[in-house]
């Protein structure tokens, strides 16, 4: 029966004849009959009557909502607001990289505000960096059987095929790379609901002592990782920032008894150098700090530490590393390089070399959005529109490459001297590419062998480059493919 417009629901009254009295939990007014001249029914009465003697106030530690004032104390400790106490892995700022106030750039003007001059500077700055680079990556568009039958599946939409293939090209780039295997952590970074996980283990099948760390920094809906109950594999989710994260604080890492294999579907800007320097830096570091008698003599005396060695060195029997790196390996799909900042920026050796620093690095930040400005029928018809990107991603998009940036969100369609479409578009896949190669280096002096390769076609993800790096003692990306 349809509500009448008198109901207690659409006016906010209760009903004739009926308790006045709210239920906050139930949502409603209480439906007892009430004595005839009276208010509230029996059960109320009382407490109703206590309720208007009582004051209510503005919860201190968050005013969007209000606490019966001789009840505060009580509330404080339970309040969602509060400050939680810090895990043991939480440790601020560990990833965040160096802040150098004499080089963090003070208020700059929008590109659609800089003169032709001055943009034109900006552009022969990139292509003189730019040069010698090589622009064509290679191909490696792979798929895995894992994900055979879900790819088949007819009730798919375009959008979970889309996500399906993504999937499959990371899981088989993975393989390729001899990095599925049992005795492993896998840390999936901005894991969202975590199923570039979920695919990685449906695909180790029943490998033995195999562990996922998911880590996001905001709560998610529709987890898949809970849906896990296999034995040899066991999901932990971590509700953090990467840029607090210490991998080494983490009781399983915390022994040094798995290899680790950093993984991520999408990874965000900046999410991608603090989970890189996450990884290199703040984790494999503490065990040169740690293991500093030889290797040798370790192995001698610890057969745990001699079956890590064994794994990690599989598939290159004949070169026996001098040290084995706790980082096995690392796949993450890059994405919305507008959204890098200078300070988290891991090739800052690499841009100064360059003769680059902070303000050539936030233009062509900015600029790398053009890459995917020329994609959208709207981005030719606007004339003289700024469209924004949506800072708030849906938290169940697990990507960004669809996102909001259809022009620029620095007016890319107001630049003076009139870039065409084209032109813009070549020069944000040459920003996308010279802050790539900075984390290229990165990983280089870090004793690594990193590839940049295209994992999906264009059409499927505008952001399609995967970075891959294994540890120099392993087979490269480039020997393996």
């Known amino acids: 029966m349809a509500t009448s417009a008198t109901s207690p629901h659409a006016t906010g009254f209760p009903a004739e004849g009926r308790c006045g009295y709210y239920v906050e939990k139930k949502k409603r007014f209480c439906r007892m009959l009430v004595a005839a001249g009276k208010r509230f029914c029996g059960e109320h009465a009382g407490a109703a009557e206590e309720e208007d003697a009582r004051k209510r106030i503005l919860c201190p530690l968050d005013p969007k909502h209000t606490v019966y004032e001789d009840q505060l104390a009580k509330h404080l400790k339970k309040c969602n607001s509060r400050e939680k ?7 601020q700022d560990i990833n965040a990289g160096l802040k150098d106030e004499t080089e963090i750039p003070e208020q700059l003007v929008p590109i659609s505000s800089l003169s032709e001059e001055q943009l034109e500077k900006l552009i022969k700055k990139l292509r003189k960096a730019s040069e010698g680079l090589n622009s064509t990556l290679k191909d490696r568009i792979m798929s895995h059987p894992a994900l055979q039958s879900a790819l088949n599946d007819p009730k798919n939409g375009d959008s979970a095929t889309k996500h399906l293939k993504q999937q499959a090209s990371i899981l088989g780039n993975i393989e390729k790379l001899k990095l599925l295997g049992p005795r492993r952590c896998f840390v999936e970074f901005g894991a969202g609901k975590g199923k570039l996980s979920h695919w990685v283990d449906i695909a180790l099948k029943d490998a033995e002592k195999v562990h996922f760390i998911l880590v996001e920094k905001v709560t998610t809906r529709f987890k898949v990782d809970g849906k896990h109950r296999k034995k040899n594999s066991v999901f932990e989710r971590l509700q953090i920032d990467i840029q607090h994260l210490c991998l080494n604080k983490i009781p399983v890492l915390r022994e040094g008894k798995l290899p680790v294999v950093g993984i991520g579907k999408h990874l965000c800007g900046v999410a991608t150098d603090l989970a890189l320097r996450c990884l290199v830096e703040t984790y494999a570091a503490s065990f040169e700090e740690r293991n500093e008698e030889p290797l040798a003599k370790r192995i001698k005396n610890d057969k745990t530490e001699k079956e890590i060695y064994t794994l990690a060195k599989e598939g290159n029997e004949k070169n026996v590393p001098e040290k084995w790196n706790p980082v096995a390996g690392i796949v993450i799909a890059l994405c919305c390089h507008h959204r890098c900042d200078w300070r988290h920026y891991v090739g800052k050796e690499y841009f100064r070399a360059l ?38 991603q ?10 909001g940036y259809r022009i620029t969100d620095d007016g890319a369609d107001n630049l003076p001297g009139l870039l065409s479409i084209e032109e813009k578009k070549k020069i944000g896949h040459l920003c996308k590419l010279l802050i790539d190669q900075g984390r290229i280096q990165y990983l280089q002096q870090k004793g690594f062998s990193p ?6 076609d264009p059409l499927v993800s505008l952001e399609n480059v995967l970075l891959t790096a294994l540890p120099n003692h392993s087979s490269s990306p480039e020997t393996t493919a």
């Open 451 to 456: 590839a940049l390769q295209y994992y999906t």
């Open 355 to 392: 003769g680059l620093g902070a303000v050539e690095f936030h233009y062509f930040q900015r600029m790398s959005s053009w890459a995917t400005c020329g994609m959208r029928k709207t981005s030719l018809e606007a004339s003289n529109i700024t469209t924004k990107r949506q800072d708030n």
């Open 85 to 91: 106490p810090k895990p043991d892995f939480y440790i």
């Open 394 to 403: 849906n938290d169940d998009s697990e990507e960004h490459d669809d996102g």
